[in-house]
């Protein structure tokens, strides 16, 4: 299904087209004798033991793959095949091959000097139409002569032959096969690329072409340094037994064709073979024919799939002694586009632009109908369509089906939209070309951003048998991306569709599904985790449950200020569950905390504030900045002009803000001495007239140092949340290391021997260490919402972590000596 071509041609995609694809008939043509040297190091042991000589006249032989200088050595990777059997990588030659000789024995012609010469007898003749030569020039290029010498006494003469010199020469068979230094025993890979054997081409006049090659006389003609290397020899055997000319092929449905040909000009020819395959590599003469003797001059196909490339090759059957000709070059045709059973499509074969897959029809007016390769679901590409609220939405339809209005299929698909929430229009036509004919089936709605949820569509019975699925977008200006679609049978146990979260608490969130088509008789399950790429299986266990047949319910025991992933199935019975779908990605909303620390780390230099805090900017500037923090890379910037507003930093809620036992401590500074820092409260997160002042903070210092404390009284509303304003006097105001803690613990001064206590590695694994613990007498692990998950007494220098889920946590270390000290630290 991944063939990329235009949907208006398709009536037109049976045409012949015709293609350099010829079988000739190559045969390796043996050495019998005439070699002179021994120039491959194969086998265990220095190459010096099995090489007689070099290829370059200085120092270096080829390796083959085999090679090794010891036993226990690793293989290469490298090196020419050990079976001495080189595949032609020259374009021009597809099939040609070489046998080359032993290499533990002679196996290559070296030519030194000019006028030196050498004759390759051959084990046994042929007559051919071509020889071809693989040779190489070692130490720079050479040229040699070829006498080629029939049985007939009678010889074809060549000059002129220039071979390449054996690194980075052009037209080569093989390359980058690597070579040894015989007298160090060194070994060079050649990058991939070197050395090379060449393959040259000797054209037998046609007064020849019947004679047979007995050998092959090659002299060196050049008077240049290279040293000319000859290998081996192949042939395009002659036959009198011609192939025919292929001809298009007709009758071209989506199942079938009938193939043509033209007669072979060989007047001995009585039958002919066919073969076809959806491959276009080339029949050999041991490829069995799918139909052979045929005394026509056409034959029709077998049943074929639709819209398929097919290739094939004719070859002749002769009588007498010349039996078979060679196969012809080959024909290739595209069977019609047809019903589909099912259908996997991702369009990743398509190139971007405005078109769609075979077999599929665009019905476009204005807006945007496009393949993209804008971030989609799977590969490389797929499917954008955009309309605004005054232009007529696009229309998509599918190839057709034979199985649409079965009642057993459904259709699947990933789908995003960039503005939640969208609709996606899930429909069929009666006619392709027309898009008023479109009928909804169903309305998918796309509440998700990025891909992730898969979108099952049930199509019913009562779907025309002759109309085709078509998916349209909402003119309502915002981007429908879509990807792996999908055409297959349906489970007898379906799941839901149009899963929806809302109303998302620090500890629950609200679910909406559509019921599922097989029921729900033995109710839903559902899972979630912290997002992650991991989704669960069929042996997954479930999270929880929802009542028989609801369409609705409540997701319970979450964590506060966590982002979860949500998959919901169907039970159909104790033993078959559906598939699970989502997942439908949502975040809790924060809660109320008993403690804080914060430390801005997890954080980057754009952001403005931590998750759970809040701000209020009326003008002016504050951000989290990596400008000299009072620890680690991040602190808060506030600054407002004589002109501007202050800005108000508003604190995460505390359920003990008014229970007179805790305080606020932070380090802060100024850019310019002195400043002034307010710490106050708010009653409304997005009002700064609501801030109240607790206490003004002078701040006389430029950079680091002191603690900044201030106690909260009992007199703040139970509803109000602590927050920092900056004072309007064009001033920098920076603050960091901030913590919400009972108002006996200590100050960074009195605790500094403890501050040197510090946890490894940040981020973690699994075992988070702590560098001293002797003065330690509880740690106590808790999330950002300053929910207890672990505490450790007595604890040892490693503390075995590896329940928690990723995410950012605090240590808080309780000395013996009373005094208390918290990092944070991130769980990987």
């Known amino acids: 299904m991944k063939k990329i071509q235009q949907v208006s041609v398709l ?34 042991g220095s190459s010096m033991l099995s090489t007689s000589s070099d290829v370059d006249g200085v120092s270096f032989a080829f390796v083959s793959k085999d090679f090794k200088l010891t036993a226990t050595d690793a293989a290469l990777a490298y090196g020419l095949p050990a079976d001495g059997i080189v595949n032609s990588e020259v374009a021009t030659t597809p099939g040609l091959m070489y046998n080359m000789a032993s290499y533990s024995s002679n196996n290559s012609l070296k030519l030194s000097n000019q006028n030196d010469s050498g004759t390759l007898t051959f084990a046994v003749p042929k007559a051919a139409f071509r020889l071809y030569m693989l040779a190489t020039s070692g130490s720079g290029a050479s040229t040699v002569s070829v006498v080629v010498n029939f049985t007939d006494n009678t010889t074809q003469t060549f000059t002129g032959i220039s071979i390449s010199d054996w690194y980075n020469g052009s037209g080569f068979a093989i390359q980058g ?77 989506p199942t079938g064709a009938t193939l043509n040909w033209a007669a072979s000009p060989s007047s001995t020819a009585v039958s002919y073979d066919v073969y076809y395959s959806t491959s276009p590599v080339i029949p050999t003469s041991a490829t069995v024919p799918t139909s052979s003797n045929i005394t026509g001059l056409s034959v029709p196909t077998g049943v074929l799939a639709s819209n398929t490339t097919y290739y094939f090759w004719v070859r002749s059957n002769c009588n007498g002694s010349s039996g078979q000709s060679s196969w012809s070059f080959g024909g290739n045709f595209k069977t019609l586009c047809g019903p589909m059973a099912s259908m996997f499509e991702n369009f990743d074969s398509m190139a971007t632009g405005t078109n769609l897959p075979d077999c599929w029809v665009r019905n476009y007016v204005n807006g945007t109908m496009s393949i993209s390769s804008t971030t989609p679901a799977s590969g490389t590409r797929n499917v954008y369509q955009t309309n605004t609220s005054a232009q007529t939405p696009s229309t998509v339809v599918l190839p057709e089906f034979n199985n649409i209005n079965a009642g057993t299929h459904w259709l ?77 049978a349906m489970p007898a146990c379906t ?17 909406a599904w559509g019921a599922a088509g097989s029921g729900a008789a033995n109710g839903y399950e559902y899972y979630y985790s912290p997002v992650s790429t991991i989704s669960p299986t069929a042996t997954t266990v479930a999270s929880g449950t929802f009542s028989p047949n609801s369409v609705n319910g409540i997701v319970t025991g979450l964590v506060p200020n966590h982002t979860y ?46 998750d759970c805090w809040a701000r209020i900017v009326p003008s002016g500037s504050q951000t989290i900045t990596s400008t000299s923090p009072a620890s680690g890379m991040r602190n808060i910037y506030q600054y407002a002009s004589a002109s501007n507003t202050p800005s108000v930093v508003i604190l995460p809620e505390f359920s003990n803000i008014n229970a007179n036992t805790h305080r606020l401590r932070f380090k802060a500074r100024v850019a310019t001495a002195t400043g002034n820092l307010q710490v106050g409260y708010v009653t409304s997160t997005t009002d700064a007239s609501t801030f109240v002042s607790i206490e003004s903070l002078s701040i006389p210092n430029t950079s ?52 040197k206590v510090s946890v490894y590695p940040n981020p973690f694994n699994d075992v ?61």
């Open 412 to 488: 699947k698909l990933k789908a995003r939209v960039t503005s939640a929430n969208g609709i996606l229009n899930v429909g069929y036509v009666t006619n392709p070309s027309d898009a008023s004919t479109f009928t909804l089936i169903q309305a998918l709605n796309i509440p998700n951003t990025s891909y992730g949820l898969e979108y099952f569509v049930n199509v019913p019975n009562t779907v025309p048998a002759n109309a085709r699925l078509a998916i349209r977008n909402t003119a309502d200006g915002k981007g429908y991306y879509w990807d792996d679609v999908k055409w297959e």
């Open 704 to 755: 680091y140092g002191v603690d900044y404390i201030v106690d909260i009284p009992a007199t703040v509303p139970a509803t109000a949340r602590l927050a920092i304003r900056n004072t309007n006097d064009a001033k920098a105001y920076y603050w960091d290391d901030i913590y919400w803690e009972p108002k006996n613990s200590l100050s960074i001064a009195e605790v500094s021997s403890k501050k």
């Open 177 to 253: 096969f690597g070579r040894i230094n015989r007298t160090n025993d060194v070994l060079e890979s050649g990058s991939g690329t070197n050395p090379r054997l060449y393959q040259s081409l000797l054209t037998i006049d046609a007064a020849n072409q019947t004679k047979l090659i007995q050998s092959v006389t090659i002299t060196k003609t050049s008077t240049a340094q290279g040293y000319s290397n000859i290998f081996a020899f192949s042939a395009d055997v002659y036959s009198a037994c011609l192939p025919p000319t292929v001809q298009p092929a007709t009758n071209v449905t």
């Open 11 to 44: 009536g037109f995609m049976a045409l012949f087209v015709g293609s350099s694809i010829f079988a000739q008939n190559f045969q390796p043509m043996p050495v019998q004798s005439g070699f002179n040297t021994d120039v491959i190091a194969n086998g265990v």
């Open 565 to 610: 992933s949500l998959w919901i199935r169907t039970v159909c019975s104790a033993t078959e569950k559906s598939e699970w779908v989502g997942p439908v990605v949502f975040r809790t909303t924060c809660a109320p905390g008993t403690s804080l620390f914060e430390d801005f780390e997890s954080y980057t230099a754009t952001s403005i504030v931590p």
């Open 495 to 511: 799941p839901p569709f149009n899963m929806a979260v809302s109303n998302a608490s620090p500890n629950s969130v609200d679910v």
């Open 768 to 828: 988070l260490f702590v560098s001293e613990t002797d003065n330690i007498k509880t740690i106590k692990i808790t999330d950002v919402s300053g929910r207890v998950l672990k505490v450790i007494d007595n604890p040892a220098t490693g503390i075995n972590l590896n329940f928690l889920n990723s995410g950012l946590y605090l240590v808080t270390m309780y000395f013996n000596d009373g005094s208390v000290n918290t990092v944070k630290t991130i769980k990987k």
